[in-house]
DNA sequence: TAGCTTCTACCGGTCGGTCGGTCGGGGCCA
DNA sequence: TGGCCCCGACCGACCGACCGGTAGAAGCTA
């Protein structure tokens, strides 16, 4: 019934350092949301940093595993594009307290913690914009560089943790497809422009 | 020649909380970048949470001002979009960490500090959401929710701060004119779907 | 001298982290 | 079966460092 009590803490840590922030969060609220104290804790974990390395790096997997791997086997790049918004829209919509914690306390790591993270973030954005540089090359782009257009996207996607209540007006469903659909058809050429 | 006093405070802290994060500066290192003591900063400041709130009320300000005001003189629903992004846009690509601040330190204002940015940034979103709004009866949106079209322009606009750097490849103009029209035609209804 | 500006010194409080120790249940042996 | 002990899991008490903020006096300028 319970999961195991390391799976818990990074759950219940993930989801503190997003709602008040890394800095702003104490190692006795995270002790005492899963039920221990400070010391207790420290059976579990080696150090406030370390959980957070371990956060972003489940989350870093997550969009690896879900996202790139899945979208690099589809060879159509326009369904290759829909695949890399859609899910990784999809990820922001449940709750991945992890994934939003990617983008805003990455400060909060050793200088090494942070280069492996931002070394896989570069990777995951230079995925997405050689996707768009190749539809480039398909001429199916328009006057778009590339570069605006993958951080341009990426920020639409992104955002979508902060502002959407899975018990809001819209379903996540809805949210995605609004958000997809907005994506593909601001960045690839129309038919007459 | 020096601008006065205070303002540099300002400038400084807002630049310092925008590339360290409010929790995680401290009055002391805002004190050594104007040239004083903490204490000699505190004849200035009331306190690190009025810094902070002064900060995002000028953002706000400055955005109500810059973006909001001019739109509102436009009466066509489409130039009017092109304002509000670009004009946005443009203010996130000139180093405002002011605007930058908004979006990630809200937490570490007072509850009535907090209601009162919170209210005007919903107003400000209103704005935007009501223009697309309007642009759906027009019949211009096509089978877009302004909701997730609002917030997702938003989160492309607010992006910008964080990957545009003044000293890259890209211009600033070249980096607010693509992501405008990245806004503009993922929003409106294209002429043939 | 008057008063604006800035300093040194200090406060109470909280932080991340550590240390020695406790407790209960499962394995082991007679 | 009964008695023993070991060890994983956890805790109370504490540490040094640093935090935001303050008091009061010294320096500078007019």
Same mark, same amino acid.
């Given at each position: 019934?319970?999961?195991?009590?390391?799976?818990?803490?990074?759950?219940?840590?993930?989801?503190?350092?997003?709602?008040?922030?890394?800095?702003a969060t104490s190692i006795n609220e995270i002790a005492e949301a899963v039920h221990l104290t400070k010391a207790g804790l420290y059976y579990y974990i080696k150090g406030k940093q370390d959980l957070l390395y371990r956060i972003m790096d489940f989350a870093m997997t997550t969009l690896e595993t879900e996202v790139v791997a899945v979208a690099a086997q589809e060879s159509d790049l326009?369904?290759?594009?829909?695949? +890399?918004?859609?899910?990784?829209?999809?990820?922001?919509?449940?709750?991945?307290?992890?994934?939003?914690?990617? &983008?805003? =306390? *990455?400060?909060?790591?050793?200088e090494s913690q942070k280069n492996s993270i931002v070394d896989r973030q570069r990777s995951y954005i230079r995925f997405l914009r050689d996707t768009l540089g190749a539809l480039g090359t398909e001429g199916k782009l328009g006057r778009l560089d590339p570069t605006s257009g993958a951080f341009g996207l990426l920020g639409m996607i992104?955002? +979508?943790?902060?502002?959407?209540?899975?018990?809001?007006?819209?379903?996540?469903?809805?949210?995605?497809?609004? &958000?997809? =659909? *907005?994506?593909?058809?601001?960045?690839?050429?129309?038919?007459?422009s």
């Amino acid at each position: 019934m319970d999961q195991d009590k390391p799976t818990e803490i990074y759950q219940a840590a993930a989801r503190i350092f997003y709602e008040k922030g890394y800095h702003a969060t104490s190692i006795n609220e995270i002790a005492e949301a899963v039920h221990l104290t400070k010391a207790g804790l420290y059976y579990y974990i080696k150090g406030k940093q370390d959980l957070l390395y371990r956060i972003m790096d489940f989350a870093m997997t997550t969009l690896e595993t879900e996202v790139v791997a899945v979208a690099a086997q589809e060879s159509d790049l326009v369904e290759r594009l829909r695949l +890399i918004v859609s899910r990784h829209a999809y990820l922001m919509t449940q709750g991945g307290s992890a994934l939003a914690i990617l &983008v805003n =306390e *990455i400060e909060g790591l050793t200088e090494s913690q942070k280069n492996s993270i931002v070394d896989r973030q570069r990777s995951y954005i230079r995925f997405l914009r050689d996707t768009l540089g190749a539809l480039g090359t398909e001429g199916k782009l328009g006057r778009l560089d590339p570069t605006s257009g993958a951080f341009g996207l990426l920020g639409m996607i992104l955002w +979508i943790s902060r502002w959407f209540r899975a018990d809001g007006q819209l379903s996540a469903e809805e949210v995605v497809d609004q &958000v997809t =659909e *907005i994506a593909l058809s601001g960045v690839l050429a129309h038919p007459q422009s």
